[in-house]
């Protein structure tokens, strides 16, 4: 009866804690993916006003990332002293405030460089929500949890496509174009939620003024469970993180995730455009890869889960996201065939994504897990900052966006192989 009752309160105190931060995390994500890939609608109009090429695109959007190389890892140690609320506010207002700019761009140089510090602005917010989980939630729920933020990205891709298409149609509006007013709007939300996380976000469960003395103590008790039961063997400072080689492996392939994501959020759009598709109606087919996407990402976590779990998870599905890149160019041509290839595409990856943010954790002591996290996501950064840079230079130099889409297709086949060889079996669930 004992037993049965602190599985009860336990639930209780998971379910508590869950509404109390996913929401507001996962509303987070969905402004800041919004933001991050609203530039593929805004090209459907700005590359004919401005005279780019989809190589100018294609490097343009990439830079992206290579501001968030650079800040990703220092944000998520500088989260790890100053607290998670402060480093919130912050990248949520800077990273409203340069989509807003984005709607002054007028040359390539401009774009290059509102991209780099749009992505040095938002540097920090993923890995940091993923550390912040960390100090909320065991390591048994964390794959659903992690799921369930994940799917932030494909709620963006589902409901943003729609709203940016809709902003775009306002062309004309306060004598701007409707790339303009896309960026000035969607900019704005980020900036009114970052005041939200002022008051709404507590940085460590024993700050929790809306938890009691019991579920405190009941969540310290769980969390300790799981730092004893770490597996992690490459000590446990901050810089012992960088000479664990699991660090790097799970780098490589978070690396090829991002470049697979980012080849759907910012090319679906102009495969349909090369089809003669309005754009309008752009916007509501581009949202379809990412219900796909949603619905995978749920069910995929809670499998994972249930069945304790991650490696095979994560290699199946990035392998159906690969193996769908590389084909996607052999299909008749068509919206149809364009639907289903994105589709499996977003599908595998993003289901991949939620169940691969339970493994770094899982491997990683508590002292060196910011500085992990980090360089595994600032590899992602490399991945996002390739994934547009190969596919615009093979669009501009070859032709066709599907050559450099199998390039990226057998990055995810490979990192699906390196997961499944370097990680040994039940060693990331609990």
């Known amino acids: 009866m004992h037993v049965r009752s602190v599985m009860e309160a336990e639930k209780a105190l998971y379910r508590k804690i869950v509404w109390r931060i996913v929401p507001l995390a996962m509303l987070g994500y969905v402004i800041a993916y919004i933001d991050r890939i609203n530039v593929g609608f805004a090209k459907l109009q700005f590359a004919s006003d401005l005279g780019f090429s989809d190589a100018v695109y294609g490097v343009g959007a990439g830079l992206f990332f290579a501001g968030y190389f650079l800040l990703e890892v220092p944000s ?13 506010v912050r990248i949520m207002v800077l990273w409203g405030a340069l989509t807003v700019g984005m709607a002054f761009v007028s040359s390539p140089m401009q774009f290059y460089v509102m991209r780099f510090l749009l992505g040095a602005a938002e540097a920090g917010f993923f890995p940091g929500i993923i550390l912040y989980f960390s100090y909320w939630f065991p390591e048994a729920i964390r794959g659903r949890v992690t799921s369930v933020f994940a799917m932030g990205a494909s709620v963006a891709g589902l409901v943003g496509s729609p709203i940016s298409s809709w902003l775009m149609s306002l062309d004309g509006l306060y004598g701007l174009r409707g790339w303009q007013i896309l960026f000035l709007y969607e900019g704005l939300p980020a900036i009114l939620l970052g005041f939200v996380c002022l008051f709404a976000v507590t940085d460590r469960p024993e700050q929790a003024s809306w938890l009691d003395a019991g579920e405190k103590a009941l969540l310290a008790t769980r969390l300790a469970f799981d730092k004893r039961a770490k597996t992690d063997t490459g000590g446990g400072g901050p810089a012992d993180a960088l000479k664990n080689p699991r660090v790097y492996l799970f780098a490589l392939a978070y690396l090829s995730i991002l470049a697979a994501t980012q080849a759907v959020a910012l090319w679906t759009p102009s495969l349909l455009k090369n089809l003669h598709v309005s754009t309008g109606t752009i916007g509501w087919l581009t949202s379809v890869p990412f219900l796909t996407a949603m619905i995978c990402t749920f069910l995929l976590g809670r499998s994972s889960d249930r069945f304790g779990e991650r490696r095979w998870h994560f290699a199946a599905a990035i392998s159906v996201a690969g193996s769908a890149l590389m084909l996607c160019g052999q299909l008749p041509s068509g919206v149809a065939s364009i639907l289903v290839s994105m589709s499996l595409v977003a599908s595998g990856a993003w289901a991949a994504l939620g169940v691969f943010w339970t493994m770094p954790p899982a491997l990683l002591s508590e002292k060196s897990r910011a500085v992990g996290i980090g360089v595994i996501s600032s ?23 599907f050559p450099g889409f199998a390039i990226i297709g057998a990055m995810l086949l490979l990192s699906a192989i390196v997961v499944l060889l370097a990680i040994k079996p039940g060693a990331t669930a609990r």
């Open 76 to 88: 998520n140690m500088l989260m790890h002293r100053i607290g998670a609320r402060s480093t919130f």
């Open 379 to 401: 590899a992602g950064a490399i991945g996002g900052f390739v994934s547009p840079t190969i596919v615009g230079w093979s669009s501009t130099s070859l032709g066709s966006l």
